[in-house]
């Protein structure tokens, strides 16, 4: 059976792949494949290890009748078609709990970064601005006793949580459902999303991107929003919008961003974004530790072998086509 990795991701994969006796194939460069040479590197394939940069709908699956399942190597699945992918019987799989706690401990850091100014003063010195000790220098924000709000209470939001619970925040969520085991251990306080961006300090974004919530932060929130307060976001960059973002930041409306997705993502250099000295942007690394990159090349493998072998996958987001004839 033939399986095409789409990206060179942690060796692991690959050795657990191979080792199943498989014909792998990795996309050899260090961009990812445009659509077309997409569709030239996986034809054939029964199974394809996915990474967010590729685009799997309805046309592309149609040029793959082979294809049995797409198992993507992160949590999110905003590039794939899940409903084409079940009517055509093609199990969609993910990685998630893997990269839980490093994901939060990341937004975390996002939010202190953001705060305490670390990123913007850092440039200060690499300029060679840093004269003497200045009583006014980087004025930022107290994190410890401050109001977190967290919207989408899922795992991540619930690692946030625990790591904002340390630092004794007062701890609100916006969630459509709501988390009973996380406010009953953690004490945190279902509101309503207006009520969360007024009362909050820090807003942690942890929700999908979805119809729903695509453009979910734009000019109306940012309104609603504390001037002293800061967005994070470690979910995808298409929840807020990037130019309601920068006009909120600009005017005052809020006082800081520590975002690790964009819209546009990669953003490009020139970016008025980029400017924005308490805007602290970093290229999609939330996952991004040895271990944790590791156990989401595992997983996304296993999900792969599984499929193919009849089992059933560690996490797969469509089970029903795992018992069509």
């Known amino acids: 059976m033939r399986i095409a990795m789409t990206r060179k991701i942690p060796a692991v994969a690959l050795e657990t792949l191979e080792s199943s006796g498989a014909d792998v194939v990795v996309w050899p460069e260090q961009l990812p494949p445009s659509p077309e040479q997409l569709l030239e590197h996986v034809e054939g394939a029964a199974g394809i290890l996915s990474t967010l940069n590729d685009k799997i709908d309805g046309s592309v699956l149609d040029k793959l009748p082979a294809v049995k399942v797409v198992s993507n190597f992160a949590v999110g699945y905003d590039n794939i078609d899940v409903d084409a992918c079940t009517q055509r019987g093609i199990a969609v ?4 709990d893997v990269l839980t706690d490093t994901t939060a401990d990341f937004a975390f850091a996002l939010l202190m970064s953001a705060a305490r100014r ?27 006793g401050a109001t977190l709000g967290i919207v989408g209470m899922g795992r991540i939001g619930v690692a946030m949580a625990k790591r904002a619970a340390g630092f004794n925040m007062t701890i609100v969520y916006s969630d459509m459902y709501r988390n009973e085991a996380a406010e009953s251990e953690l004490g945190v306080e279902h509101v309503e999303f207006d009520d969360l961006l ?6 942690s974004v942890h929700t999908p991107l979805t119809p729903e919530t695509r453009g979910l932060f734009s000019t109306e929130q940012f309104k609603k929003m504390k001037s002293s307060s800061i967005l994070i976001n ?5 929840v807020v919008d990037t130019d309601a973002l920068v006009e909120a930041l600009k005017s005052g409306e809020i006082w800081g961003a520590g975002l690790d997705v964009t819209d546009p993502e990669p953003i490009p250099a020139d970016h008025p974004l980029l400017s924005i000295d308490r805007a602290v942007v970093c290229p999609h690394i939330a996952s991004a530790s040895e271990v944790t990159r590791s156990r989401m090349a595992k997983l996304a493998a296993d999900n792969v072998l599984a499929v193919l072998n009849g089992t059933t996958p560690p996490r797969c987001l469509n089970p029903e086509v795992l018992t069509r004839d």
């Open 234 to 238: 470690t979910a995808r960059g298409p």
């Open 93 to 96: 799989c993910i990685t998630p």
């Open 118 to 144: 670390v990123s913007e003063s850092h440039q200060s010195i690499a300029r060679g601005e840093w004269k003497t000790w200045e009583p006014l220098g980087y004025l930022g924000q107290d994190v410890y």
């Open 198 to 203: 007024s009362r909050s300090d820090f807003v």
